[in-house]
């Protein structure tokens, strides 16, 4: 009868490791917000533009807006933003030697001027 025992045990393990991932992917990059509140990729674009950035592409990734382009000093960049309140959640940008950089929202350099 251990096999009765051993089965439900394995289950919560399971589960416990799926929650254990999901918290952990819940302090990542991702968006929360619900589809009813997204704002539209018009509005994006408009907002990118603002920033001063040039937009190649904008995607959806992991429920953000992922904006692919250039910012106002010619860099490549890749910016995530909340779709429903335009927060900057993470910003990646190339230099001049090709290096990925990454900017979290602890750090990120805001271009508000």
């Known amino acids: 009868m251990k096999t009765a025992k051993t089965i439900p045990l394995l289950l919560v393990l399971a589960s416990l490791a799926g929650a254990a991932v999901a918290s952990h ?13 997204w704002r539209p990729r018009s509005e994006v674009q408009a907002h990118a533009e603002a920033q ?10 992991d429920g953000c807006y992922e ?39 602890d750090h990120k350099d805001r271009h508000d001027d």
């Open 25 to 37: 992917r819940h302090e990542s990059d991702d968006c929360r917000a619900p589809m009813s509140e």
């Open 52 to 61: 001063g950035w040039q937009v190649r592409r904008i995607k959806i990734e």
């Open 67 to 105: 904006i692919v382009g250039r910012d106002q000093n010619g860099r490549a960049i890749e910016v995530h933003i909340d779709p429903a309140s335009f927060e900057i959640i993470k910003i990646e940008y190339e230099d001049d030697n090709h290096e990925d950089h990454h900017e979290d929202d």
